[in-house]
């Protein structure tokens, strides 16, 4: 149910209801107000940014029924909505996809909907130049991609994912008919190897990870995107830490924070001091951690802005206290970095199923080698409950290092019943 690309008539109403949140703090109301009634709905700043447009003229029945939960006594015209009857029919095939994609119920599923005009064999020949239409397809690509890894984890979906990756290089070289559709395509194929970066990354597949983030970093160069460029230092200073390269972290990271002055966002500015922090900590230097750490939290400090990309929605006080919880890990201090670890998986929202699991073995990990083995072995309980729905080679790893870490304390039932599950699955 969306409008045509160049018809769009901003919905100034339902911008107004935002007020002065962000749009991802407010689509972090909307999940909220979701779960309030019994619904489900994957909401995040992209899809706020949807509406605000106007590219969605009339939400689909579950969003109309927590809007109308959120604002009692407004009618969704009072919300800046078409009647539902004046954009049915519109973009059929698209919609098609959408329910495909909705109603898959698994990872495999829902990435075969991942579809950026691929031919049966597998040749990408966009019919005729690019425009706004295949630009929106490949942002949208992302988000899909983004949300499936929210609640699935990357496992099994990283080879599905590259096949839309090829595509949106393709639209890419064949040239858009604008240049703002041009921008927008090398933005989007530049998230869009990122976030298949990412899912080769948390599958532990790195050197595709790292070739995945070269090719974004070039994609920013060519196109002069400060903010994706910062965004592809951030996922290569992440990925040279968890590699076994601190002192690489430490640079990408530096490189990225010159990068993200430009942008205005002082939450891309703290993330970049994290993974600066985590650098440091693989390095064992404490003092320069700690000092990054410092800039971190006073970047963090100064809240959320209209300038923060769409994709650190993720980046909260949660992700905030487990990338803390890392620093303090790498340099011995496991008390410490379980408490931080304990916070991140307090603070995180449940929609978050894959972070919620990661941040549980962070925590599991941390009280094994901090000397306290019953409650790691009920934390790593919780996270054997969510590998049905979470698929990630990085969280199994971190769950056999606890494993191997109880060992030698199996005379404790709770450890022993752990282990004996954990051997199981």
């Avoid at 599905?160 to 604008?178: F, I, K, N, Q, V």
């Avoid at 970049?272 to 064992?284: D, I, V």
């Avoid at 006073?298 to 206290?321: H, I, N, Q, R, V």
């Amino acid at each position: 149910m969306t409008a045509s690309p160049t018809s769009l008539t901003p919905n100034t109403s339902f911008r107004r209801l935002r007020g002065q949140r962000s749009a991802a703090e407010f689509a972090a109301l909307v999940r909220r107000a979701a779960r309030e009634i019994g619904e489900t709905v994957s909401c995040d700043a992209r899809y706020i940014g949807r509406v605000e447009s106007g590219e969605i003229r009339c939400p689909n029945y579950a969003y109309e029924r927590v809007f109308l939960h959120m604002f009692p006594g407004h009618t969704l015209a009072d919300l800046g909505f078409s009647p539902r009857e004046a954009v049915r029919g519109r973009d059929r095939d698209r919609g098609r996809d959408r329910r495909a994609f909705m109603a898959g119920g698994s990872a495999t599923v829902a990435a075969a909907t991942l579809n950026l005009g691929l031919l049966g064999d597998g040749r990408r020949v966009p019919a005729g130049r690019p425009g706004a239409a295949e630009a929106a397809a490949v942002e949208d690509a992302v988000r899909r991609i983004r949300l499936l890894d929210d609640r699935h984890g990357a496992d099994g979906l990283y080879r599905r994912a590259t096949e839309p990756l090829r595509t949106a290089y393709a639209l890419l070289d064949a040239g858009a008919t604008r240049q703002s559709t041009e921008d927008r395509l090398h933005k989007g194929a530049g998230e869009l190897a990122l976030s298949v970066g990412w899912l080769a990354h948390d599958s532990a597949r790195f050197d595709d990870a790292r070739s995945h983030y070269a090719e974004a970093l070039a994609t920013a160069r060519v196109s002069g995107d400060a903010g994706l460029e910062a965004h592809a230092f951030a996922n290569t200073a992440f990925l040279a830490r968890d590699a076994g390269r601190p002192r690489e972290a430490v640079r990408a990271a530096q490189a990225g924070l010159r990068a993200a002055r430009s942008t205005g966002s002082a939450r891309l500015m703290s993330l970049l001091h994290l993974r600066e922090a985590n650098g440091w900590a693989g390095l064992a230097d404490r003092k320069a951690c700690e000092e990054a750490l410092g800039r971190a939290h006073t970047e963090f400090a100064k809240g959320p802005s209209a300038e923060d990309p769409e994709w650190m929605s993720f980046f909260g006080e949660a992700e905030l206290e487990s990338l803390e919880s890392r620093c303090w890990s790498a340099l011995g201090d496991h008390g410490r970095a379980a408490r931080h670890a304990r916070r991140a998986a307090d603070l995180q929202d449940p929609h978050f199923a894959r972070n919620v699991a990661l941040y549980t073995a962070e925590l599991a990990g941390d009280l094994a080698r901090a000397g306290a083995p019953d409650e790691a072995a009920w934390a790593a309980g919780r996270v054997l409950d969510h590998l049905g729905e979470v698929r990630s080679a990085r969280i199994r790893t971190m769950l056999q290092g606890t494993s191997a870490a109880l060992v030698p304390h199996q005379r404790s039932p709770r450890v022993t019943a752990f282990l004996h599950r954990h051997a199981r699955t």
